[in-house]
Each structure stands twice: as C-alpha cells, then as structure tokens.
C-alpha cells in the first residue's frame, strides 16, 4: 500500500463524510420520534426493513407515490425558512397514497446539495419527519448526497418517496356514480404547487419576500411557505366510515385536471364556485397578476386541497365527521353525466 503523504482526500474533492455522519445521528431521534406498528429498523442501513403483518394486514396491496415540492424550493433557499419544506414534502406524497384508498406505512427522503451544511440539512430533515408523524407514517431511510460542482452554493433538491397498503379489494376509485356528492376540504394555501406563477406575481408586484403580505399577517416569504395540509389521519376516518367512492387530491392542474382522474368514462362533476371562501392569498395572485379565473382554477388549489366524491345519503355525516377531524368542509356540488369540470358562480376573491 503506497502512502501519499501529499495525496488529495475525498474532503479536499468537496465531499465530507464525516459531516454526513454527524447529519445522520443528529436525525436518528427525530427518525425514532416516527416509529409505528410495523417498523423494524432504524437508520444507516443499507435498506429498511418493514413487517407488514405488525402492522395488522392480512392480503395487503403495496401503493406507492413519489414526489418533490418544486420551485417552492427556491423560495425556501431565498428566505432561509427550511422547517417546512419537509412537511411539504411528505404531503405530497402521502395525501396522494389515501386517494388509492392506501394507509401511508413508511416514508424515504432523498435530499442532495453542492455543500452539506449539517444544521440546514437537519432542519430540513426534521420537517420531514414532522409530517411523518402527523400522518402516522414512519421515517425508516433516506440518502443524503453532498455533490460539489452540481449544484450553486446553498442551492439544494428534495424528493421524497411514500410506500402504503391496502387490504385487496379495498383500492379507490369504486362505485362512482351519477349524483354522487363532492365534499371539498379547505387547503391551508398555495401548498405547493404553482410557484413559479407565484414568483412571477411577486416580481411584477414589486415585491420582495422580506415584505409585508398584502394578504396575511407575516412577511411575504413566509407567508408563502405555509406548508402543504396533511389530509391522511381526517380522510382514512372517513373512507372507513364507509361511503367515500373516491378522493382527489388538488394540486398542479387545480380542480379542473385533478377531478376528472377519479372520474369514470362518460361522467364529469358540477361545481359551484360560490360555495367556498378561498385563502386570501389566492385573491391576491388573481388581482396581482391578472390572472383570469380558468387560469387559476387550472394552476392552483384555490382554497380545495382535497375532493371526497361519496354517495348522496352519506355526504351529512362524512361532512360531521370530518369537521370533528379538524377539517373545514364544503359542499362543491355533485357527479354529472358528461366528461370534465363544469363551473357555476364565480368565486368571491
């Protein structure tokens, strides 16, 4: 074995391992903190084990959703709010797993820099595994790549990747039909879909994110991270409850794209615009922007985060239950005969 006493290191390349280490122990309580029926290793392996029978199934039907949170990313480095981000993250993938009718089991992160910082990272983390928990999900691995020359100094990427189950035979979209109801639940904002319509608003605004929100009590920034609203805990209640024929979650694309995939051929949905009071926030990018009301309701949430489709004669207590659960309910109107979204009303910005 030769020795190069004056040889390069791997440190010196711009690759610190021993920062990796110390990120990874920082994490391992926030990890712990997640754990559920179910969970059977910790982190550093080289994988992560789960036991689907702890977990009480018996003929389970894996679902699996992947994601990231998109350019909000940047508003995140810009500011250098990085606690919610990870929130934002999970929600993305596991708000998607309960439309398939799918209990979110477990959840790994993937999160890639030029130069790991280890505090910025874990706070990253650390979000992440804050929406773990409030979803009943646990976080059982993740990989963290420090990759100098890939990325611009303090820049960063994110994704995530959510694994549920379901007993066989209990998968959604079923038994959608014609005068089923559509149950919308509020959104808690932008969540994180269509930021860089957000970012152009904001520079044809003239504003920067360390100013006053013209729509809330914080600085724009901040404003404008409040993170994705996790649906999981409130919406399996009520698919157990019985009733609920299908769930959309509304993200890119708003209610118009979103809806008509948990539609069957041949039936479309009626919605009155009227029967909710949007975020402020989405007022303002309407006024702001100039933003016709189609182009918003194709881009954004505009208040919706979510759509129960449910039979008629269990939309009053899917809409109880859900409200016992925290969540603000609205009656958007019903399935009709025909393809896509049609709108009545206009909204109140």
């Not at 970012?199 to 901040?222: I, K, Q, S």
């Amino acid at each position: 074995m030769t020795d190069a006493k004056n040889g390069l290191t791997y440190a010196q390349a711009g690759v610190d391992i021993d920062a990796g280490n110390a990120l990874v122990d920082r994490i391992k309580p926030a990890a712990r903190a997640t754990e559920r029926p179910g969970t059977m290793s910790g982190l550093g392996g080289f994988g992560a084990l789960f036991d689907l029978k702890a977990a009480g199934y018996s003929d389970p039907v894996l679902v699996a959703a992947t994601d990231g949170v998109g350019t909000k990313l940047r508003l995140a480095i810009d500011t250098g709010q990085l606690d919610t981000v990870g929130v934002d993250l999970v929600a993305m993938c596991v708000n998607d797993l309960v439309c398939q009718g799918a209990e979110p089991l477990f959840f790994l992160d993937y999160f890639a820099t030029g130069k790991l910082v280890t505090d910025e990272a874990a706070q990253i983390i650390e979000g992440i595994a804050v929406g773990c928990r409030a979803s009943g999900t646990a976080l059982i691995g993740g990989e963290t790549a420090e990759m100098p020359g890939m990325y611009h100094a303090g820049d960063f990427d994110l994704a995530g990747f959510a694994v549920g189950a379901m007993e066989r035979g209990h998968d959604l979209p079923r038994n959608v039909a014609e005068g089923d109801v559509l149950l919308g639940l509020a959104s808690d904002g932008v969540h994180s879909n269509g930021f860089s319509l957000v970012r152009r608003v904001a520079e044809h605004a003239g504003l920067t994110w360390d100013d006053a929100a013209p729509f809330a009590d914080a600085t724009l920034g901040a404003a404008l991270l409040t993170p994705t609203r996790l649906y999981v805990l409130s919406v399996l209640a009520a698919v157990r409850a019985g009733g609920v024929h299908a769930l959309a979650h509304i993200t890119g694309g708003g209610l118009t794209e979103n809806l008509p995939r948990v539609l069957p051929e041949g039936l479309g949905a009626q919605i009155d615009l009227t029967a909710w009071q949007p975020n402020p926030v989405f007022g303002w990018l309407a006024r702001a922007g100039g933003v016709a009301e189609g182009e918003m309701l194709k881009t954004f949430n505009c208040g919706i985060g979510m759509v129960l489709v449910c039979a008629p004669d269990r939309a009053e207590a899917l809409t109880a239950l859900l409200t016992d659960a925290g969540e603000t309910v609205s009656r958007l109107g019903t399935v009709t005969p025909g393809a896509g979204v049609r709108y009545s009303g206009a909204i109140s910005w």
